[in-house]
């Protein structure tokens, strides 16, 4: 992802509530449902999880069942809308890449499968004081439960995908955005500049040495608001607008569980 592990990235979204919180219940990708699954296990003790002798044949079977289950209820072919851009997407690499031109600007939209896009939970004080709020303003009516055939399903989602945004200009340098893809469109998070394209745009460790003592540019929040508009007109001029939020997290979703497919038929065929 370019110069973006070089940044602090701000929290983003709505907070995940706890399951402590028993009458709410929120939606979750794919991804998210994966994990849930994953985590119930991983909570068992020790001894319990290896209680049979034959544990190679018993993780054929657990990664046999995680496969059916992956290729049946999540793997689904998925219609994306044409966009103007040149699509990078290499089998067995975490990153996607996309490319457009306008004028003399080459422009890309960067963003890696692997990342990740979820909020971490509330810790247990953060809990307390969200519950203790909560009460106080008298709102004791339950958040109104998705239904269990939605959750895990994209029509329910508040999906969105950690990227970065590239404006290169020849001789001029590169205007470069710390973003986030939603549905709605991109939330830009940081802006940067630099005249030497590959500060911003480079991963060898000159590039990110050079990152790190040079300042390249402010929060975007904390720019004047008139700015920040003016900023998100000049992406949408460029065609980075929800169509194309849109398509990054749909893209990505796609591409995050088509490698773990992937990732489970090659440690099934390794432990054959």
């Known amino acids: 992802m370019s110069f973006v592990k ?12 706890s399951k402590q919180f028993s009458t ?13 699954r994953s985590q119930i296990i991983a909570r ?18 657990a990664l046999e069942s995680e496969l059916d289950y992956e290729k049946k209820h999540v793997l689904t072919d998925t219609s994306l809308p044409p966009i103007p851009y040149e699509i990078e997407d290499i089998r067995g690499d975490a990153t996607v890449k996309l490319k457009t031109q306008k004028g003399d600007e080459t422009i890309y939209i ?15 004080n953060e809990l307390s004081d969200f519950q203790e709020e909560y009460e106080n303003k008298g709102q004791n009516q339950p958040i109104q439960e998705i ?6 399903t994209s029509e329910a989602l508040g999906r969105f995908q950690p990227c970065t945004v590239e404006v290169l200009k020849p001789g001029a340098g590169v205007l470069a955005f710390e973003a986030m893809a939603y549905d709605e469109g991109f939330e830009i998070e940081n802006i940067f500049f630099s005249k030497d394209t590959d ?36 992406l949408e001029e460029r065609h980075i607008d929800s169509e194309t939020a849109s398509f990054v997290i749909s893209f990505g979703l796609t591409k995050e569980l088509k490698e773990y497919v992937r ?3 090659n440690v099934r065929d390794f432990v054959k």
Do not use: C
């Not at 070089?6 to 509530?17: C, K, L, N, S």
């Not at 709410?24 to 991804?31: I, K, Q, V």
């Not at 990110?208 to 004047?224: A, I």
């Open 6 to 17: 070089a940044f602090p990235r701000f929290r983003v979204a709505t907070q995940a509530i």
């Open 147 to 152: 239904p269990e055939d939605e959750v895990g």
């Open 24 to 36: 709410y219940r929120f939606a979750a990708s794919p991804r998210v449902a994966r994990l849930q």
């Open 263 to 265: 990732w489970l038929e």
């Open 110 to 124: 960067k963003f890696n499968v692997s990342d990740d896009t979820q909020e971490p939970a509330m810790e247990e």
């Open 44 to 61: 068992a003790p020790f001894g319990i999880r290896m209680a049979s002798h034959d544990s190679r044949k018993d993780l054929l079977a």
């Open 199 to 234: 500060v911003l745009t480079s991963d060898s460790v000159e590039a990110e040495w050079t990152r790190r003592k040079q300042y390249l540019g402010p929060s975007f929040k904390e720019l004047d608001p008139e700015l920040q508009d003016l900023f998100h007109s000049f």
